[in-house]
Every structure is written in C-alpha cells, then in structure tokens.
C-alpha cells in the first residue's frame, strides 16, 4: 500500500457528533485547497447540496463487470438510479449538452460521467468528453465514478484532464462476499467468475484509491448496502477505505424492485429499512465523513440533487437551443448563491446559540419539504421526497432524504399516496412543510407525526433547532411526552405517474 493513510480527508479527526463534509462542514472545517474543492460541489459537501447543481452525460455505455443489482436495460423515465439513461451521447453532444444546461442553469457547478456502463470501460468517451469540456468551461469540475477494475491503469489520464473528484464503488474486500454480489468480471480479455473475479477485483479498487489519492484526487466511495450479504461487512470496509485516505463514503440502500429485473430483484433480496441504513451509517461515522445526501442519481441527471430536469435537456431539444456560454453571467449568479447560503448558516448559527445549556440526551427526527436553498418551501402534497434532521442539543443534522409519490396529484389527494408517505417518515416526530390541507394534516396526527408549517419558506436548520427547543420545554412542563418512534420504508421502483 502506497502511503496516503495519514490523509484525513477534510482534515477533521472523527468522532462522534462531529460535522462531517457529507453533513455540512463550512470553510473553518478543512485546510483551504480541500474546501476550494468541496464548497459548491454538491456531492462532496451536504452544506453546498442545497444550493448548487450537478449533471451527468450519459457517454459510457459499456461495462467490465456484472453486478447482481444493475440491469442498465431497464429505462423508466420516472426511475432515477444509477445505470438508468433514456439516451445515450457522443462526447461532442455531451459537451453542446452541458454548455446549454450550465449557461440555463448557472449554479450547476459540476459535470460527472457514471455510466450508464463504466466510464474507465469507455476510456475513448470519456476523455474525449472531459477535453471538450475543459476547454469550452473550465469554471466546471471534472467527476466520473468507477467500479475501480481498471482504475490503476487511467490515473494519470485522469491527473491529466484535472478531474480531481472520482468515485468508486466498493462493497466488499472479502472475496466470499464479494462472489454473491458479481458473478463476473471481465479481466485480461475473458471473462472470470466467483472468488477469483472478486479478489482481482477488490485488489484492483484498492490500488486504484490508494493511487488517486497519493496523487491528491478527492476519492468518494460509495457502497451498496445488501443486508444479509454486506451490511455487517460494510464496517471493514470503511476502515479499509479509510487508511487508504478516501474523503468521504457513502453508503447507500440496496434498490431491489422485481420490475427492474436485476438478479437481487427477482430473487426476492431485500433492500434495509431507513433506521438500518441511518445505524450502519452512524456506526462508520466515527471512523470517517460519512455522505448522507445521495440521491442514487441517473446517470443522465440534470439538476440540484433530489430533482430531475433531464426532460428539458434532450438532444433534440439541445440541439435546437443557441447556447450563449456567459461565464462572467454565471460568476455573478453564484456570488448571489453564496451570499444566501452565508445568511442561512448566519441564521442556524445564531439560533443555535440559543440551545446553549440544554443537556438533554434526547434525540428527535424531523422530515422536511424543501426545494432547495435550505430553506421550507414545498407545499407537503408537491414532495416528491422529504429531507430528515436528527434534532439533539448539538443542533440540526442532515441524515438522509425519503422519496416518496406525490400526494396531490393534479388538484385532489391521493389516498394510497400519503399511505407511502407516512410509511417513509414514520420515524419522524414532525414534518415541516410550507403548507399542507386539512385531510393530510388529519392522516399524519392520527400517525402521530406532527404536521408543522409556522415556518414557512424560512430556513431549515434555524427553524427546526427552534422547533427543538419549543419541544423540550413542552417536556418540562408536562404539555407533551416523548413518545419514541418506529422505523420507515425506504421506497422502492419508479415514482407514480405525475399529473401536476
């Protein structure tokens, strides 16, 4: 192993109740060159998420290896997850592609290649697609994500295009474990199968970490949590990652659907349940940053994380658009972005203080409809997913989002709807809202969910720390008793047809 071990990622030393870049670290968190890198890149920084766009140019279709959870043949143009595309480009309508999307939408600050194969299967493609657009707009950075098998050999193509954000995929480093999640890989021009493509495997993601970041490549890893074959494994492997400095893991749900026709679909493999992922997750928290705000993207994914505007970027309609790149234009957006997102931490800051002295070990969850910019502004029956908050006397923590089908579907509630919604946060004491009608107010009391919407388009984090408070003192005059919740469903297969 290449030394790279003392590398701590965001240069915080882990623990408990730390801030961690997957949830939310600001500019006094990190040595400078790592926040430069991380601070409008909305998959490297919870914090930077709310406010800045991503995209991914769907260039790489082939793949090297099988897992048992992919099917890239399955298109659903309400399905986002990875591998999933509903066309696929050259490098020169990728570059027209993001040109277009980044002078309409000017705080997407990153373009990503992750499939709908392997980008490093499709190393042509690929580079192709990063040269053309570094040299049309170099403001954006550079990302792919990989399955590591042939990483080792394109890292110095990857230095040499300034891609400096890579993610790979690594759900084991125990062969035997990793013989039930792929039943081949393709290695040396033949395909080989069980133990031994899993150990070539594994062996080869390692090196290829410990080479980006010997290089000083921002690594993310992301990891598929499949209970009953990885989930107590998963433990192992973030120490692994760690030593070898990735900044941040991410450990994800299985999605399992029979309609989507994987082999863990149709064999009936489950996926974990919310309060499973969040204590797996918290279990490796001490040990790294963890990510908990990934939305298991498209890999033709257009927008803020958690929505999808792929739709008004197709090729044909690309290819109609006289596309104006004004950089200076988008520098000018973004200087408004950030001032909006310095008043936001200003404002939880502040109100924070103001739990100063409370001491109890108490912890709640709160889920929250939100469009973006930290703030409460989605009316509950427009939520196509709600953002959950673990609310303690250390403040108001991002711990992961819950899809769900919308309730309002084209002027009338939908009943088996808010049924979903109500299974998705269950282990929610609170839901905020920017507005919610009287019938749906009705179902989430009788849940027990309080429905919340006095703070209206305010901010997030300030308004449920104030929530918090107003809590605890309820408890302490006897008003109200804590009442612990159970667990929520993670949903599953593509959202309900939408009529609004």
């Not at 998963?234 to 994800?252: D, P, Q």
């Not at 679909?265 to 705000?293: F, I, T």
């Amino acid at each position: 192993m290449q030394k790279m071990a003392e590398h701590k990622g965001c240069g915080t030393s882990g623990g408990s109740g730390k801030a961690s870049c997957g949830t939310g670290a600001g500019e006094n968190d990190m040595p400078t060159e790592i926040w430069e890198k991380v601070k409008n890149h909305p998959c490297y920084s919870e914090e930077a998420h709310h406010h800045y766009a991503r995209m991914h140019v769907a260039v790489a279709p082939a793949c090297n290896i099988q897992c048992n959870y992919c099917n890239r043949k399955y298109d659903c143009a309400n399905e986002s997850r990875p591998g999933v595309v509903s066309e696929k480009l050259s490098p020169e309508q990728a570059a027209k592609k993001v040109l277009a999307v980044a002078s309409a939408i000017p705080q997407m600050t990153v373009l990503g290649i992750a499939g709908p194969g392997d980008p490093l299967a499709n190393p042509g493609k690929t580079f192709k697609t990063f040269e053309l657009i570094s040299e049309a707009a170099p403001d954006i950075k550079l990302c792919l994500s990989t399955n590591g098998l042939s990483l080792p050999d394109h890292v110095e193509t990857i230095k040499k295009f300034n891609v400096d954000h890579v993610t790979i995929t690594i759900n084991m480093t125990d062969p035997d474990i990793g013989a039930e999640i792929y039943p081949w890989v393709f290695w040396k021009h033949k395909r080989v199968t069980g133990k031994e493509a899993a150990k070539i495997l594994t062996d080869r993601q390692l090196k290829g970490l410990e080479m980006l970041t010997a290089n000083g490549i921002l690594c993310k890893v992301n990891s598929v949590m499949i209970p009953g074959i990885n989930d107590d494994h998963l433990v192992t492997v973030n120490r692994e990652v760690k030593s070898r400095g990735a900044f941040l893991h991410n450990i994800m749900p299985l999605i399992s659907s029979p309609e989507h026709g994987t082999v863990f679909g149709l064999n009936g493999q489950r996926g974990p349940s919310a309060q499973e992922l969040k204590a797996l997750q918290d279990s490796c928290e001490g040990e790294m940053n963890m990510m908990r705000h990934c939305r298991q993207c498209r890999a033709d994914a257009v927008g803020l994380l958690g929505e999808d505007r792929s739709a008004e970027f197709t090729t044909d309609k690309i290819m109609e658009m006289d596309v104006n790149y004004d950089l200076s234009a988008r520098q000018a957006y973004q200087e408004k972005v950030e001032e909006e997102r310095q008043a936001k931490v200003a404002a939880r800051n502040a109100e924070l203080e103001t739990l100063a002295g409370e001491n109890a070990d108490l912890k709640i969850l709160v889920a929250v409809a939100t469009k973006g910019s930290g703030r409460i502004n989605e009316h509950f029956g427009h939520a196509d997913e709600f953002q959950i908050y673990e609310l303690s006397s250390n403040g108001a923590k991002f711990v992961g989002h819950r899809r769900v089908d919308l309730y309002c579907q084209g002027g009338y509630g939908e009943e088996e709807a808010l049924e979903t919604v109500i299974r998705a946060i269950n282990d929610c004491t609170a839901v905020f809202v920017a507005k919610i009608g009287h019938c749906p107010k009705e179902d989430l009391l009788k849940a027990g969910i309080e429905p919340v919407d006095q703070y209206a388009y305010e901010f997030i984090e300030q308004s449920a720390i104030a929530y918090f408070k107003d809590y605890l003192a309820k408890i302490k005059s006897g008003e109200i008793t804590h009442v612990t919740r159970g667990d929520a469903t993670i949903r599953q297969g593509a959202f309900v047809s939408v009529d609004a």
